[in-house]
């Protein structure tokens, strides 16, 4: 292509033009966006930037997950919005899948809608300590398990153990099969954030749990790796094998007497290099281990 053509081929054509390849050139995502989860007739995820929840529309209401709202409440009031362009029913309930702020902050728009509020009940615990001016108390809470059913729709709650959080409800959908859970079942990339306050090993204990459930697809609360996708029992699979192998590699170091330094600084996982988010998870992955297998906790 000539110089001139380029010009006057106009911006669709500049990457080709300047040599850029097509990956660098992804059109970006938009803000946020909902989407009904394919093969099912009632289940849908709204995601917010990167991170994402599930809601499931009945005859008889909504229940609604996650408002996702930390540092940007005006998207939960657009999560509802999002909810009223497929449906009028009622939002009936709101489902906080564990404590954390970037998944539960700004549930106020579903309050004020009549939802009802529900977590595990040491969520509450930690929010009420906290007292966080964005975030809604739940209006009742579940311990090992709870089943709402609502509209010839069932949701299982379930709490699996300790893992990501103490706090983390697995939720299924026996008709359709699927599973959200956040956090603790990174599809596709490397647990790293998720890493610091765990509980590493009862998380082992709780992933053979979700694998022994009925279901075949995952709803994640952040987009799966590559391109959004849901996640499957393999993706768990590879999730215990990921902590299983940091687990042994630091456990032989740390009674070496390696942690912190030496492990932090030198110790690598090369099997995981290309997972996304290698770089940055790493060194969150080493502390957990360094402070559960290097100091007892
Ligand atoms: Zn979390």
Redesign the pocket.
């Known amino acids: 292509m000539s110089r001139m053509s380029c010009v006057i081929a106009g911006a669709a054509l500049a990457a080709a033009c300047l040599g850029v390849t097509a990956d660098a050139q992804q059109p970006p995502r938009p803000p946020y966006a909902t989407t009904k989860v394919e093969g099912t007739e009632n289940v849908y995820i709204f995601r917010a930037g990167n991170h994402q929840s599930m809601f499931v529309v009945t005859s008889a209401g909504v229940i609604a997950t996650d408002p996702i709202g930390y540092g940007r409440p005006e998207m939960v009031s657009t999560y509802v919005d999002e909810i009223r362009k497929v449906t009028n029913q009622p939002i009936k309930y709101l489902i906080y899948?564990?404590?954390?702020f970037?998944?539960i902050a700004g549930g106020k728009p579903f309050k004020d809608a009549g939802a009802t509020i529900v977590s595990h009940k040491r969520a509450k615990e930690r929010l009420a300590a906290l007292n966080d001016p964005h975030t809604v108390l739940p209006d009742q809470t579940m311990d090992k398990s709870r089943t709402i059913k609502l509209g010839g729709t069932t949701l299982e709650l379930t709490f699996v153990g300790l893992n990501?959080?103490d706090s983390?409800i697995v939720m299924r959908l026996p008709k359709d099969k699927i599973l959200f859970a956040?956090?603790?079942i990174p599809v596709g990339s490397m647990p790293g954030?998720?890493m610091i306050d765990s509980y590493p090993l009862e998380w082992e204990d709780s992933l053979k749990k979700v694998m022994a459930m009925e279901w075949d697809t995952l709803i994640p609360?952040h987009p799966g790796q590559p391109g959004g996708r849901l996640g499957t029992k393999d993706d768990v699979q590879k999730v215990l094998t990921f902590l299983q192998d940091a687990s042994a590699a630091v456990k032989a170091e740390a009674q070496a007497g390696g942690c912190w330094d030496r492990v932090e600084k030198e110790l690598k996982l090369p099997k995981y290099e290309s997972w996304p988010g290698y770089e940055r998870g790493l060194p969150m992955v080493l502390r957990r281990y360094c402070m559960l297998w290097g100091r007892g906790t």
């Not at 899948?97 to 954390?100: D, E, K, P, R, T």
Request: glycine fraction near 6%.
């Open positions: 899948s564990h404590h954390h970037d998944h990501h959080s983390s956040v956090d603790f954030l998720a609360g």
